[in-house]
């Protein structure tokens, strides 16, 4: 026909035709009662495309020749245009099927089981039609009552659950939903009903579950709930602003308790315990962000942002860490294997980058290492010198210079015995005297005191004294009395033998009582020339502590009195031969101390700020005065926090010393002078 | 000039030759008129001067001052040695005398008498002022190598130099000085930063106060006290 120009003849007939047909189709279909609605119309598709088919065979001709040249829809398209608007779009067929669809899904989302091959088959059908026909018909819909039907849901199941069941169903509708679409929907309807149930699931009720009581974030945290926090974090995830929202709660939850944690004087009484807390607590939230958080960095900057905020609200924090390294290099450490020791130095790092005054740490760490070295009392070389190696990695060489002089020192000194007793082989019978000579500046400083030594330990002390100098020249000795330990033999009353480990102060009284039985603290004072208050204390460490009282005092009482007459306790006894009386470890500073100390950091750090605004302003040659706050600050940054108030005096000071001048007309300039 | 005029007159010539222009008349004319000027100034400076040191020494300057009815404590006095740049305090040179009077186209204490609201007007022109309110405090470092001055006298200062101007933080600042303990001297960088207190900073609410900028740490503490005392 089409050769005989007869073209539209043929179309229009196949049009009229096929639309008849389609028309009575229809009417079959809407016939179709209840369940069988969808079958029927799944059936007739069927045929239609099968018949559809063949038509186009049939037709070829006219789809190749006839339809390009006059732009018609061509056969196969025309097929589908006419069923839809026919059947589809037939006005009793589009909203019964539409209902149709969406009851199915809703049976299916209430429990029942339905007949997916056939929904299937229909949203096939329908994208068959185009993707218009798939979103105007039924997608667009689909959504709105979904969106519907997770609002009721989503109310109603925050009213009865915690949050934890709340996630779950939440998460269990998000996966149904997903896996509905891989069922009978079109793949691009994904991405859109799950932003729905997140959207009305989530987003919607992210702050309430987030602070439910008893059972929102902060609950999780506490009792470590990996489970539900990481699923909280997998939905949260999805929704805008979802782990913005977590993180917020647990930063500020996390300063608040460590607040607390650092402000309670009773955690604060014993300061290992403290630094055994926070290394717990960090432990327990990097647990927490590995395990439930994918090692989320955002989390971890926020966790370390808060324990940089909360260990530096107390002034003691380096103070307390250092002491917390003391106790573990003095004992805890034993027995514990290397690769755990570097563990916990490693921990311990991680506590002193957080902290501002670093400086107020070294200062600390300097005296609790001296008395360590001295003490003979390190648990592992090894362990010292890995923790020095860390420092200096983290600081720079500045920082731990001296601490390493502290331990070459010892080593020097060590060998400076071996040359002492080689050469002088009489003295290989008395007593033996070890001596550490320390380098004034790399040790912290102590003003040495008055103290008489026995005539024994004072005559060897001139030996190694005229020994060292002699090889050593342009060199002066003080000796440090009030650092050195002694071990001396005793024996009691009964014949019982001990050995005592004492403070130097302590060997010089007891040593008296060699040449008498009865002495008063004033003869005792007059002897040994030692300071009062350290004699006093000396005296109460031996007369007035149970188990160690070597010595016995009249009155009993616990104070020294300038009258108190000391003797020998005849009737002492310990279970142990030998007794350690000294008290040279390392403890928590006293108020009186801790001021002292706090001022000598203070000083310190008033020519380190000077320095630094010579070395920035010597760079510049001129320099606003926001601007040279803001550089100082900076470049002393790694060793602490340095106080704008502070600044300007240095600065004021250094104007006045002619080393910077102020700009004549632009007073917030400053100018160096060379 | 012509090469020939020079070589032929070779030496510089004070008396007017008749070809010189109307400028280098006046000129001339006024010098001859300084001269006499000149000795008067001299002679009137010898009257006071000392003998054996030639310099106007304290009791010098206390008669001056009382031949010109004016106290020896006055702020005019201090004008007059800014004038005159003198440079230690309490003495008068020939040249700072000869100086000072020229400028002031005085010759006699009654001349000079005259001229000193004159010189006050000028001095307290703002370009002027700055330059007096510096040159009051380094003529109060008596010592060599001095660099800061006690606070006694630096509150004296602060109230002959500037109280009529600024009296309300003249006052304020000067009774805290006297309260404080932190300070017991003052330097030049402090005292130029007060000038410009009073001149920039509202007052007494120093709400354009910022301790943060570069005030002198001094200052930052007056405000501090000042706001305490007000709330």
Known sequence: MVLHKFGDRLYSGLVTTMTSHLKEISKSIEDAKGGLFLEELHRKWDDHNKALQMIRDILMYMDRTYIPSTQKTPVHELGMNLWRDNIIHSGKIQTRLLNTLLELV????????????????????????????YQ???????????????????????????????????????????????????????????????????????????????????NMLLDDKYEDLGRMYVLFRRVQDGLLKIREVMTSHIRETGKQLVTDP????????????????????????????????????????????????????PEFISLFVDEKLRKGLKGVSEED???????????????????????????????RLLSGKTVSDDAERSLIVKLKTECGYQFTSKLEGMFTDMKTSQDTMHGFYASHPELGDGPTLTVQVLTTGSWPTQPSATCNLPAEMSVLCEKFRAYYLGTHTGRRLSWQTNMGTADIK????????????????????????????????????????????????????????????????????????????????????????????????????????????RQRVEEDRKPQIEAAIVRIMKSRRQLDHNNIIAEVTKQLQSRFLANPTEIKKRIESLIERDFLERDNSDRKLYRYLA | MRRSASRKTGQPNS?????????????????????????????????????????IDPEGI??????????????????????????????????????????????????????????????????????????????????????????????????????????????????????????????????????????????????????????????????????????
């Open chain 1, 106 to 133: 809703l049976k299916e989302r209430t429990g029942e089981v339905i007949n997916r091959g056939l929904m299937r088959n229909i949203i096939k059908m329908l994208m068959d039609l185009g993707s218009s026909v």
């Open chain 2, 15 to 55: 008396t007017p030759s008749l070809n010189s222009s109307p400028a280098d008349l006046f000129r001339s004319a006024s010098s001859k008129a300084t001269t006499k000027e000149l000795e008067r100034i001299d002679a009137l400076y010898y009257s006071y001067a000392n003998g054996s040191s030639a310099m």
């Open chain 2, 62 to 231: 206390e008669a001056l001052c009382s031949d010109m009815e004016v106290d020896h404590t006055d702020v005019r006095i201090l004008m007059l040695a800014w004038k005159m740049k003198a440079e230690k305090q309490g003495y008068f040179s020939l040249e700072e005398w000869r100086r000072g009077l020229k400028a002031l186209r005085a010759d006699t204490v009654n001349k000079l008498k005259k001229a000193l609201p004159e010189l006050e007007k000028e001095v307290k022109r703002p370009t002027n002022f700055v330059d007096f309110y510096s040159y009051a405090f380094r003529y109060c470092l008596t010592e060599e190598k001095q660099k800061s001055i006690d606070i006694e006298s630096i509150c004296e200062l602060l109230d002959l130099v500037l109280g009529s101007q600024f009296r309300e933080q003249v006052d304020f600042f000067v009774e805290y000085l006297k309260t404080q303990n932190d300070y017991k001297v003052i330097n030049n960088d402090q005292w130029m930063g007060f000038y410009r207190f009073c001149n920039e900073i509202s007052f007494p609410d120093f709400s354009n106060y910022d301790p943060e900028l570069a005030w002198p740490l001094i200052l930052d503490n007056f405000v501090e006290w000042m706001l305490a005392k007000q709330s």
């Open chain 1, 490 to 597: 005793a024996t009691f009353g009964k014949g019982q033998k001990h050995e005592l480990n004492v403070s130097t102060y302590q060997m010089c009284v007891l040593m008296l009582f060699n040449n008498a039985d009865r002495l008063n603290y004033k003869e005792i004072e007059q002897a040994t020339e030692i300071p009062a208050s350290d004699l006093k204390r000396c005296l109460q460490s031996m007369a007035c502590v149970k188990g160690k009282n070597v010595l016995r005092k009249e009155p009993m009482s616990k104070d020294i009195g300038e009258d108190d007459a000391f003797f020998v306790n005849d009737k002492f006894t310990s279970k142990f031969y030998k007794v350690k009386i000294g008290t040279v470890v390392a403890q928590k500073e006293s108020e009186p101390e801790k001021q002292e100390t």
């Open chain 1, 341 to 371: 020791v570097e563990i916990i130095l490693d921990k311990v790092m991680m506590l002193f980058r957080y902290l501002q005054e670093k400086d107020v740490f070294e200062k600390y760490y300097k005296q609790h290492l001296a008395k």
């Open chain 1, 136 to 218: 105007g018909d039924f997608e667009r819909p689909f959504l709105e009552v979904s969106a519907e039907f997770y609002r009721g849901e989503s109310q109603k199941f925050i009213e009865c659950c915690d949050c934890g069941d709340y996630l779950k169903k939440a998460e269990r509708r998000l996966n149904e939903e997903m896996e509905r679409v891989t069922h009978y929907l079109d793949a691009q309807s994904e991405t859109k009903i799950t932003n729905v149930v997140e959207k009305e699931m989530i987003a919607n009720h992210m702050v309430r579950l987030i602070q439910m009581e008893n059972s929102g974030l902060v």
């Open chain 1, 266 to 317: 009773e955690r604060l009484k014993d300061p290992v315990e403290f630094v055994q807390r926070l290394l717990d607590e960090k432990d327990k939230y990097d647990n927490i962000i590995t395990l439930s958080f994918n090692n989320d960095k955002t989390f971890q900057n926020a966790l370390n942002s808060s324990f940089e905020y909360f260990i530096n609200l107390n002034a003691r924090s």
